[in-house]
Nanobody, 120 residues
Framework: QVQLVESGGGLVQPGGSLKLSCLAS????????MAWYRQAPGKERELVAR?????????DDSVKGRFTISRDDAEGKTQVYLQMNGLKPEDTAVYYC????????????WGQGTQVTVSS
């Protein structure tokens, strides 16, 4: 059974840092690229960062130089991290992880996400 559980969110002041974690249970995730997405109030969900199984990485322009994505694949599970530095109020959103290729099949569900709020 595949499952996605995000954690590590919270309230932080502008300029602060947070590290998000995603536990993706299921061997299938080690075979696919993983990504972090976010959804701000009233906006569509957007891709923030993506990491392939060979650690090829892309970032949205809005987070380049501030966020770092990484992954750790183990037997039966994959952990995906998002180190966020220099946080801005516009980074406030619910953050989710998922596998982009699996999402396109229409068979993947989203986890509960983790709330990040950047405010003074």
């Amino acid at each position: 059974q595949v499952q996605l559980v995000e954690s590590g969110g919270g309230l932080v002041q502008p300029g602060g840092s947070l590290k998000l974690s995603c536990l993706a249970s299921g061997r299938i995730f080690s075979l696919h690229a993983m990504a972090w997405y976010r959804q701000a109030p009233g906006k569509e969900r957007e891709l923030v960062a993506r990491i392939s199984i060979r650690d090829n990485i892309i970032y949205d322009d809005s987070v380049k130089g501030r966020f770092t994505i990484s992954r750790d694949d183990a037997e039966g599970k994959t952990q995906v991290y998002l180190q966020m530095n220099g946080l801005k109020p516009e980074d406030t959103a619910v953050y989710y992880c998922n596998a982009p290729d699996l999402l396109r099949t229409g068979n993947m569900e989203w986890g509960q996400g983790t709330q990040v709020t950047v405010s003074s």
